[in-house]
């Protein structure tokens, strides 16, 4: 049976996407695990509502698509700060973006990246034999180029607000979450484009990577921590 590699290349550039920051920032176990917690727990807080909610959230509505942002909003964004009250360590930028990465690694290695492998896997062994293909349908390496953006799309909202739900939870400054929240939406955009296929898959990355890339650098301003955060990128920067 032949099996396409480029098939692969998405599943595995996510990979890669979620496991490089962790390997730059400098490893914090407790970190890892707060955010371990924070994210699996929001997915299955964001499953249990979608499927109590079953009708609604998959109707082609405004009401809809605003829903799945909110929800990410809620939990992920939510727990992220909730979990990052734990922590009793000094606040350093360099800590909030390892809090942040380690949201984007589970995102985009193990939930996109190494599941995605697996299925794709089963698929080839499995489906392709009960139906007597000889091989999955070729893929497309250059819409590897969009599905990779896409993935550093959620690389840099999750680690922007990661970083903040740990300078808010350390600062005492609940209200500096907030200034995350709007990036929850591309949850939103994503949902909406997923059942409308209005706009073309890379202009949708394209905006929402615009976006994202804007906002973030427009929250940490707001917060007074864009300075901080620019240095908290070096590798010698207190851990």
Do not use: C
Request: proline share 3%; no cysteine.
């Amino acid at each position: 049976m032949y099996v396409d590699p480029v098939n692969y290349l998405p599943v595995v550039l996510s990979m890669a996407i979620g496991i490089a920051p962790v390997l730059y920032f400098r490893r914090n176990g407790m970190l890892f695990l707060l955010a371990a917690l924070a994210y699996f727990m929001a997915i299955v807080a964001k499953a249990i509502v979608q499927a109590v909610f079953y009708s609604f959230f998959h109707e082609q509505q405004l009401a809809t698509y605003i829903a799945y942002g909110a929800l990410t909003a809620v939990f992920e964004i939510g727990f992220a700060y909730a979990f990052a009250l734990f922590y009793r360590g000094k606040f350093s930028a360099h800590r909030g973006w390892a809090y942040g990465s380690y949201l984007a690694f589970f995102e985009n290695a193990i939930v996109v990246g190494a599941f995605g492998l697996l299925s794709l896997i089963v698929i080839n062994l499995f489906v392709t034999q009960a139906t007597g293909l000889d091989s999955l349908a070729s893929g497309n390496i250059l819409m590897s180029i969009p599905s990779a953006f896409e993935r550093i799309t959620s690389l840099v909202a999750h680690a922007v607000w990661g970083y903040l739900a740990l300078f808010a939870a350390v600062s005492r400054k609940p209200a500096y979450v907030l200034a995350g929240v709007p990036l929850a939406f591309i949850d939103s955009a994503a949902a909406w484009w997923d059942m409308t296929h209005a706009i073309s898959y890379p202009l949708l990355i394209a905006i929402l990577f615009t976006f994202v890339v804007v906002w973030s650098a427009a929250a940490l301003a707001v917060t007074g921590q864009l300075g901080d955060a620019r240095r908290g990128l070096g590798r010698k920067a207190e851990a």
